[in-house]
T-cell receptor, first 117, second 115 residues
Framework: GAVVSQHPSRVICKSGTSVKIECRSL??????MFWYRQFPKKSLMLMAT?????????EQGVEKDKFLINHASLTLSTLTVTSAHPEDSSFYIC?????????????FGSGTRLTVV | AQKITQTQPGMFVQEKEAVTLDCTYD???????LFWYKQPSSGEMIFLIYQGSYDEQNATEGRYSLNFQKARKSANLVISASQLGDSAMYFCAMRENNAGNMLTFGGGTRLMVKP
């Protein structure tokens, strides 16, 4: 149980276009979704926290107008990279907090590898 | 200051041997949780083991154990009987219960298991 489905797994887009990444919780309700970005051979950096029905909270240095996050339902959170540029190329991964195995743990999507050309 | 520090960017271990991956953390919270994740080249994050700040016993999950030394603020991961499939990036992460419940990750350790 507690699966987060993330799509697409890989996307190549042209500079200046927008890309939407979806994360769906398949068998639970995700009140909160965390969005991370990971550069090659680097760690995961938290970009923003989205809560269902309210505005996302962005980490310092993350452009909220470039990385639009929507969490319109308890099972769907989306990240839209607007007017993408090559420097936005990265691995994006979402995560939801879940009660599992007697603890509050985290389940992750499988990630999206974005390449902007 | 870094909240989670993993001082070993890369480690080699011989197959069937045990290996310890280091993790130190920094928090003023009394209630927090420590997690270890494995990330193979495919990118997925695989949960390995969890230690709560109030847990008195070290966590164990199969071949994984966590050497929790609270006073030293360290939470090292021990992998016993290494297998070739253990080759991956390993991340230590912390959740501070008074800080929004997000996970903060260390820089990671790349483990390479030699046959």
């Amino acid at each position: 149980g507690a699966v987060v489905s993330q799509h697409p797994s890989r996307v190549i887009c042209k500079s200046g276009t927008s890309v939407k990444i979806e994360c769906r919780s398949l068998d639970f309700q995700a009140t909160t979704m965390f969005w991370y970005r990971q550069f090659p051979k680097k760690s995961l950096m938290l970009m923003a926290t989205s809560n269902e029905g309210s505005k996302a909270t962005y980490e310092q240095g993350v452009e909220k107008d470039k990385f639009l996050i929507n969490h319109a339902s308890l099972t769907l959170s989306t990240l839209t990279v607007t007017s993408a540029h090559p420097e936005d190329s990265s691995f994006y991964i979402c995560s939801a907090r879940v009660w599992t195995g007697g603890i509050y743990g985290y389940t992750f999507g499988s990630g999206t590898r974005l390449t902007v050309v | 200051a870094q909240k989670i520090t993993q001082t070993q960017p890369g480690m080699f271990v011989q197959e069937k041997e045990a290996v310890t991956l280091d993790c130190t953390y920094d928090t003023s919270d009394q209630s927090y949780g420590l997690f270890w994740y494995k990330q193979p080249s495919s990118g997925e994050m695989i949960f390995l083991i969890y230690q709560g700040s109030y847990d008195e016993q070290n966590a164990t999950e199969g071949r994984y154990s966590l050497n929790f030394q609270k006073a030293r603020k360290s939470a090292n991961l021990v992998i016993s009987a290494s297998q070739l499939g253990d080759s991956a990036m390993y991340f230590c992460a912390m959740r501070e219960n008074n800080a929004g419940n997000m996970l903060t990750f260390g820089g990671g350790t790349r483990l390479m298991v030699k046959p």
